[in-house]
């Protein structure tokens, strides 16, 4: 039975729009569900200009299917999309020990659960409230439509140079989803709205990852670094990666509309569960550690290697010599990666200790990569020991 009497599509629309806010998102706004064909063709030239390497996953196939709506859900005809904060104060520092930073967005529980939790509430109460089963596709970045793109039809903001959707209340820290739907909603129009002049963010990034005002090369983003990558970290950008152990926030933190944006109201991403670990508890972690610790958080993507092979990147560039004994005894690590960075740390890091550490392992080490890093480290650690005396 239907609760909703009126059948007015304005009345539609503000009412979808209640319903979203009172589930807890903080921006809501309505796409026409016509294809994305724009940014469909943006995205496959991307893709051939080996911006998008690194991401097996993210096929032409995939993009395609993800640009049109008809695809997703047969009779789509319009996008609810949506934005739910995740911002809040800084993240504790940690005295003496030194600490890994993380990217905001991880902080906190896994946001693809909560989000999808609360589109599918959406997709329910729309159901109840019309008395018809509301035919409907949820979407939160692990699908393949392009979040960002529906975002800017829908007028939930406008695109940073950066490639983060920008709003105004919340700047950039917001997550995206989708909600694609057989309801008739009348769109709303996009922001008009740009960045201007400000190019404070393509100055900013560290690996020069920002080649063109909206474009990233994803390979050289720390974020992909540290999260989507899989194997070694290119030599060349583990200097300057710093701390940064999961993803990155430096384009948005330099972002001037993120000065005044508004913290998050939702719990899940208020919680403290990852923001600045401690780097040699991190290296040490155990399987049993790791999955206990990263169950409902977005970190867990990394993989225990991962996290591991970032917090060799982050103690080399700490500067703590207290550090070395930790990376020594990993370069007896089980995985070739976490051996391949304690041996690049120990280098950066120098000192008789490290030197030594390295000379015993490099002797007994059987992988061909691993052999290469040990090699190259310790005619780092010889030049910095030269240097020292
Ligand atoms: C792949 C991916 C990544 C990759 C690649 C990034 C990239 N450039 O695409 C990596 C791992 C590096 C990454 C990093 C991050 N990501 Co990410 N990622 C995605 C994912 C899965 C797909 C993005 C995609 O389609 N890329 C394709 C490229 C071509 O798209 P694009 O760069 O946005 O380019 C578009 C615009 O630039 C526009 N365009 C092109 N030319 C022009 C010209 C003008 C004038 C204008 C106005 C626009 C324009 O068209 C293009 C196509 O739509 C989405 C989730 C999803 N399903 O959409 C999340 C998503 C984009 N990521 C997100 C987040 C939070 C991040 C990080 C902030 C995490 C972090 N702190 O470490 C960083 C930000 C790095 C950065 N500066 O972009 C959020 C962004 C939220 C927001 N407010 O924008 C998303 C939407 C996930 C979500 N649902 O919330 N990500
Ligand atoms: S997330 Fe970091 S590395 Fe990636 S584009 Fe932004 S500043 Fe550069």
């Given at each position: 039975m239907a609760i909703w009497h009126n059948g007015a599509v304005g009345d539609?629309?503000?009412?979808?729009?209640?319903?979203?806010?009172?589930?807890?998102?903080?921006?809501?706004?309505?796409?026409?569900?016509?294809?994305?064909?724009?940014?469909?063709?943006?995205?496959?030239?991307?893709?051939?200009?080996?911006?998008?390497?690194?991401?097996?996953?993210?096929?032409?196939?995939?993009?395609?299917?993800?640009?049109?709506?008809?695809?997703?859900?047969?009779?789509?005809?319009?996008?609810?999309?949506?934005?739910?904060?995740?911002?809040?104060?800084?993240g504790e520092s940690r005295d003496g020990a030194p600490a890994g930073r993380v990217a905001r967005y991880a902080w906190?529980?896994?946001?693809?659960?909560?989000?999808?939790?609360?589109?599918?509430?959406?997709?329910?109460?729309?159901?109840?409230?019309?008395?018809?089963?509301?035919?409907?596709?949820?979407?939160?970045?692990?699908?393949?439509?392009?979040?960002?793109?529906?975002?800017?039809?829908?007028?939930?903001?406008?695109?940073?140079?950066?490639?983060?959707?920008?709003?105004?209340?919340?700047?950039?820290?917001?997550?995206?989803?989708?909600?694609?739907?057989?309801?008739?909603?009348?769109?709303?129009?996009?922001?008009?709205?740009?960045c201007g002049s400000c190019v404070r963010c393509i100055d900013a990034c560290p690996t020069g990852a920002i080649v063109a005002p909206y474009v990233i090369d994803n390979a050289r983003c720390i974020s992909h670094l540290t999260i989507e990558n899989r194997g070694a970290i290119p030599r060349e950008y583990r200097p300057l990666m710093y701390d940064w152990v999961f993803g990155c926030d430096i384009c948005q933190d330099v972002c001037p509309v993120n000065v005044k944006a508004a913290y998050t109201r939702e719990q899940a991403f208020r919680k403290r569960r990852f923001t600045s670990p401690d780097l040699v508890g991190l290296l040490r972690m155990s399987e049993e550690e790791f999955r206990e610790r990263f169950r409902n958080s977005p970190a867990k993507r990394a993989k225990r290697?991962?996290?591991?092979?970032?917090?060799?990147?982050?103690?080399?560039?700490?500067?703590?010599?207290?550090?070395?004994?930790?990376?020594?005894?990993?370069?007896?690590?089980?995985?070739?990666?976490?051996?391949?960075?304690?041996?690049?740390?120990?280098?950066?890091?120098g000192g008789d200790d490290a030197r030594r550490g390295l000379e015993a392992a490099v002797g007994r080490e059987e992988d061909r990569d691993v052999v290469e890093e040990m090699e190259l480290a310790l005619g780092e650690a010889r030049a910095r020991g030269a240097e020292g005396s």
């Open positions: 539609l629309k503000k009412r979808v729009k209640e319903c979203a806010l009172e589930l807890g998102f903080d921006l809501v706004g309505i796409a026409s569900a016509e294809a994305f064909s724009e940014h469909q063709a943006v995205t496959l030239e991307r893709i051939r200009q080996g911006l998008m390497d690194g991401l097996p996953w993210f096929t032409e196939a995939r993009v395609r299917r993800g640009c049109d709506p008809q695809a997703l859900l047969p009779g789509a005809r319009s996008i609810v999309t949506v934005g739910m904060s995740y911002h809040r104060p800084d906190g529980d896994d946001y693809h659960k909560v989000i999808k939790e609360r589109l599918r509430g959406l997709a329910q109460r729309l159901s109840q409230g019309l008395g018809r089963e509301v035919a409907a596709r949820w979407y939160v970045d692990d699908g393949p439509m392009l979040d960002r793109a529906a975002a800017e039809r829908g007028g939930i903001g406008w695109f940073g140079k950066n490639t983060n959707v920008l709003t105004r209340s919340h700047g950039s820290w917001v997550f995206l989803g989708q909600l694609v739907t057989d309801l008739e909603l009348e769109p709303d129009p996009p922001l008009k709205k740009t290697s991962g996290l591991r092979r970032n917090a060799c990147v982050a103690l080399g560039n700490s500067g703590d010599q207290g550090a070395v004994p930790a990376l020594v005894e990993a370069l007896e690590d089980d995985e070739p990666l976490v051996r391949g960075h304690a041996a690049w740390a120990l280098g950066r890091l």
